[in-house]
């Protein structure tokens, strides 16, 4: 593979060492405004200091534990504004008082949401359709493959799950990641134990901080599971051995996306992003570090991966998103300047990319060639938005562009929007009423 080309590091600031993750349990109280960011466009022009630094890094200035002021009934749906007016892109909101969602998942009609109540939902058609638990570890990560779903945790652990064919309704646990057997067996031996992170030692199986983030490989049955304690690991589906596990960077890795081609991108809370080439199979599987795209000190918190792989976009803690181009190499092709505050979930579908952000909104970029446009901001939730998920529109219209969003915040709401990706034009600013006007 052809080297990848560096971009210049961002101008260095002296970060608050609190800036460690895309979700700390920090609080403020200093609202959110998109006053200054009207004309939101890409920008591959040099980094611009005063308007933006990692000195006043947005996630520090998020309202993170915010109590919800929603009283009403734990499902919501409405379509239309305060003043009764048609809204075109809400579909409508799902909320429960029973915690912040921190992880969506969507196939065809149905959307699996999770908190740190340890639930995860399963809605249909606007409805809660079913529900199934977890007895420790809140769920920060969900993957669905098939029949199978993928929970990733706080406590470290991946957790399998099989709806019932017959019964969908019923979701049995099939395993846990790493198995019981395999960490009896892996410990009897000293030469296992690993040292992650300072006064941090494990099973070199076992990820002993948070997991943040899941990808797979259907092709390849691989899953890859990103963590708070600087490594990423590789699994096998079929048998749940981890095959590898991967020191990757300095701090928190937030985000892990392995691709067909065979390359996995990692984000980290150390300002990086890297690039690693899997090579061999099985028990002599490797994955090499590659190259650096990015090096500075604003986190790197989220990451996102166009669906033929020829642009690659990564979340920062200031804010802006980056994205690079894939042509012979991967090379970098500017900035999105869309947020106030940090960026907290990308999502990519088709020609559009999302961003949610800790002000509390969505953007809604289109790629033309290598130039992105902000179609629309996607406003109403009243906290950071956590987690995006994409599916394309089901029944006689599906062919025409239009995607459904679900997009969750630590509001401890989901909202449900209809996004249009061939009609541009008919995309307007969007602003949703606060949830105590519905």
């Known amino acids: 593979m052809s080297s990848l080309r560096n971009i210049p590091s961002l101008p260095k600031k002296i970060m608050n060492k609190a800036v460690r993750n895309s979700d700390p349990n ?8 998109d006053d200054d960011y009207s004309n939101r466009s890409s920008n591959s022009a040099a980094y611009e200091p005063n308007r933006m630094s990692c000195e006043a890094s947005p996630i520090m200035m998020s309202p993170w534990n915010q109590t919800s002021s929603v009283q009403q009934s734990p499902w919501l749906s409405s379509g239309v504004d305060s003043s009764g007016h048609q809204k075109n892109d809400f579909v409508g909101s799902l909320v429960r008082e029973e915690g912040h969602i ?13 908190s740190d109540s340890k639930n995860i939902r399963v809605w249909r058609n606007m409805k809660e359709f079913t529900a199934f638990k977890s007895h420790s570890g809140l769920v920060k990560a969900i993957i669905l493959s098939g029949d199978k779903i993928f929970t990733g945790h706080q406590d470290g652990r991946v957790r399998v799950w099989k709806k019932n064919r ?4 019923n979701h049995k646990r099939v395993g846990t990641f790493p198995t019981f057997f395999d960490v009896l ?4 031996r000293p030469k296992n134990y690993v040292e992650v992170k300072r006064k941090c030692t494990t099973l070199w199986i076992k ?10 490989d259907e092709d390849e049955g691989l899953l890859y599971s990103a963590s708070w304690d600087r490594t990423f690991k590789v699994w096998q589906t079929s048998n749940s051995k ?14 892990v996306i392995g691709t067909k081609s065979g390359l996995v991108f990692t984000g980290s809370a150390d300002g990086s992003v890297k690039v690693w080439k899997r090579e061999g199979k099985g028990k002599t599987m490797k994955h090499l570090h590659v190259e650096t795209l990015l090096n500075q000190e604003c986190a790197v918190t989220a990451l996102a991966v166009s669906k033929n792989g020829s642009f690659v976009y ?5 804010g802006l998103v980056n994205f690079w181009e894939w042509e012979k190499q991967l090379f970098h092709g500017g900035f999105l300047k869309g947020h106030s505050l940090a960026v907290l979930c990308l999502a990519a579908a088709g020609n559009l990319l999302f961003s949610g952000s800790a002000d509390k909104t969505i953007c809604v970029w289109k790629r033309e060639g290598n130039t992105h446009n902000c179609l629309s901001v996607l406003t109403g939730h009243t906290g950071p938005v956590k987690c995006l998920a994409v599916e394309r529109e089901e029944g006689p219209s599906s062919g025409e562009g239009k995607l459904v969003v679900y997009s969750g915040s630590l509001d401890k709401s989901v909202k449900v929007w209809n996004v249009s990706e061939k009609s541009p034009d008919s995309q307007k600013m969007v602003t949703m009423p606060s949830l105590r006007d519905l």
């Open 185 to 188: 067996k892996t410990s009897v």
């Open 314 to 318: 990564c979340g920062l803690s200031d």
């Open 26 to 33: 920090l609080s403020a109280n200093l609202p959110a405004s």
């Open 242 to 255: 981890c095959l590898e596990s991967v020191k990757a960077h300095d701090d928190a890795v937030n985000s």
């Open 207 to 216: 990820h002993c901080d948070a997991i943040s983030c899941l990808s797979i």
């Open 166 to 169: 017959k019964d969908p309704r």
């Open 102 to 114: 921190y992880s969506l998942a969507a196939t065809g009609n149905l959307l699996y949401t999770g």
